[in-house]
């Protein structure tokens, strides 16, 4: 199947209370404008520099999502030109986004990445570090949390529900709690092989890239 047809599949299966991210990761401005032509204007990149020189080389009327590991010394690169950072996951990284944005005035919408498997090779606040992380956000005057990211351990489907419905009960609990600058809205989980059951489970935001453009190819 094609780029379009794929996304209208998905589409049509989601419905319209869930957002589709195309994850556009390592794919061609060309295999984009495909996604592009038939609407889509959420793009998510999870390398800094791709996402930069996409942002300035494609349509200005698109949204990017960072949904990879950010380090530190590379916050300046996007202040201005992410919609959401799918990725906020230390005190550390909070400061320096605060500090970045704030140098241009700019408001930085994150998300707040949980390691919810608890693994040392992925990268996500632990859940009892939670608190800490919102304690310090309360403080800050250009960034406002807009909901939770997770990427969940490989198993089967019922593993990968377990870790869904965990987040989702992190999610409710932090949305019936009133913090400054922070509002539950997106709860970002599911990707190609577990989007389905990610849904099921009250994801409302889901990143595709296999299932849109195919296997990705590393090696380009
Ligand atoms: C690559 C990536 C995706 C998309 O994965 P697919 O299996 O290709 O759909 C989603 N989320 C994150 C954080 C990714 O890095």
């Given at each position: 199947m094609s780029i379009k047809e794929n996304i209208k599949k998905i589409k049509e299966e989601i419905g319209d209370n869930v957002k589709l991210l195309v994850?556009?990761?390592?794919?061609s401005l060309e295999e984009m404008e495909e996604a592009y032509e038939i609407g889509e204007r959420d793009f998510a990149e999870n390398k800094v520099q791709e996402l930069v020189y996409k942002e300035e080389n494609f349509h200005k009327d698109v949204n990017w999502h960072l949904i990879g590991k950010l380090q530190t010394n590379k916050v300046k690169y996007i202040v201005g030109k992410?919609?959401?950072?799918?990725s906020l996951s230390s005190v550390k990284l909070l400061q320096m986004i605060e500090k970045k944005f704030g140098e241009s005035n700019e408001i930085a919408n994150v998300l707040i990445q949980i390691n919810i498997g608890r693994e040392e090779s992925k990268s996500g606040i632990l859940e009892e570090d939670l608190e800490e992380l919102i304690l310090e956000v309360e403080k800050c005057n250009f960034v406002k949390v807009k909901g939770i990211m997770v990427i969940i351990p490989k198993g089967d489907e019922e593993s990968n529900r377990m870790y869904f419905r965990k987040t989702k009960e992190i999610f409710d609990d932090l949305k019936t709690k009133k913090f400054k600058?922070?509002?539950?809205e997106t709860l970002s989980m599911g990707m190609t092989h577990d989007y389905k059951i990610a849904i099921e489970e009250g994801a409302n935001t889901i990143r595709v890239g296999t299932g849109i453009f195919g296997e990705r190819d590393y090696s380009k």
């Open positions: 994850v556009s990761k390592t794919r992410t919609a959401l950072i799918h600058n922070i509002v539950m």
